[in-house]
């Protein structure tokens, strides 16, 4: 239909890279188309940190849960919300954020999301592959050290980039008909109940990771995300970012 929809249509996560590098100047192009992605109230609350020195990818992959692509992806690009060019220009004006964090916390967060789905998308147009790494909110006090990040600056996501050096099958995704209302939730086209939605994708997923030689359950996907959500996933991180100066209340 359209070079964009076969892509992503096309789409998997690489975690394994040919050691070709990426020439500096592809990795601006992609940034720089990136960058144009839209932004709330043309705030442009975000900014980029490429981590090349071995030792700081080291200490990043540790944090991640030992994360090797972290340390072998010819390409790091680190996307944080940075709300420090808004706090320049009211502290000029004799204003701060500070006490207004909630909504430009969550602005600043899509911004850096929407301009990092950008950067992944317009380097899988020229071949690059990769994955995305949340996992450095495991510790954001500390991911934020390793980069030197100021206050009002936090690491949204990581980005592992390069060639790609593995063809792994894509996972399947729930039911389309499942996930789109018309006009008011819970109107849908096909008005399958949400238990057999989801136990199809368990039984799907389950195949998926089975053809994939990975251990799993029957009830793969809803076992999965039990698991990583009781106990609370990363309990920490609301006083971690807040720490950074992101009170999200
Ligand atoms: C914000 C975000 C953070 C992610 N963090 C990680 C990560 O830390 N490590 C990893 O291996 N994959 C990570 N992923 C990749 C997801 O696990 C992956 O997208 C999902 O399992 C679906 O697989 P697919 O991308 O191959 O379709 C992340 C994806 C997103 C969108």
């Known amino acids: ?18 050691s070709d590098p990426v020439p500096e100047d592809l990795v ?13 109230s043309n705030i442009q609350s975000y900014s980029v940190v490429m981590v090349q020195d071995p030792d700081t990818r080291e200490k990043l992959a540790t944090l991640t849960g030992n994360q090797r692509h972290v340390v072998e992806a010819p ?21 701060t954020i500070v006490d207004n964090n909630m909504e430009i916390g969550l602005v600043s967060s899509i911004d850096a999301s929407l301009v990092g789905m950008s950067a992944y998308l317009a380097a899988e147009s020229v071949g690059l592959k990769g994955v995305m790494i949340g996992a450095v909110r495991n510790d954001a006090a500390a991911t934020a050290r390793i980069l030197g990040l ?18 792994p099958p ?3 995704r729930m039911d ?12 849908l086209r096909d008005n399958r109940d949400m ?10 997923l389950a195949n998926h990771y089975g053809g994939a030689g990975k251990t799993t359950t029957p009830d793969s996907w809803s076992h999965d995300m039990d698991k990583k959500f009781d106990p609370q996933l990363r309990d920490n991180l609301r006083q971690e970012l807040k720490t950074q100066g992101f009170d999200f209340r």
């Not at 944080?80 to 808004?86: G, N, P, V």
Request: aromatic content about 12%.
């Open 1 to 18: 239909m359209s070079e964009t929809i076969d892509l992503l249509n096309n789409r998997v996560s690489i975690r394994k890279f040919k």
């Open 176 to 187: 389309y008909s499942s996930m789109v209302h018309y006009e008011r939730y819970g109107a």
């Open 75 to 95: 390409v790091f690009v680190a996307f944080c919300a940075d709300l420090t060019r808004i706090e320049h220009v009211m502290a000029q004006r004799g204003h």
């Open 170 to 172: 894509q996972k399947p």
């Open 150 to 167: 100021p206050s009002q600056v936090y690491c949204v996501f990581g980005m592992c980039l390069g060639w790609p050096d593995e063809a």
């Open 195 to 204: 238990a057999q939605t989801v136990n199809d994708y368990d039984a799907a």
């Open 28 to 40: 601006d192009q992609v940034l720089r188309a990136a960058f144009r992605a839209p932004t709330s």
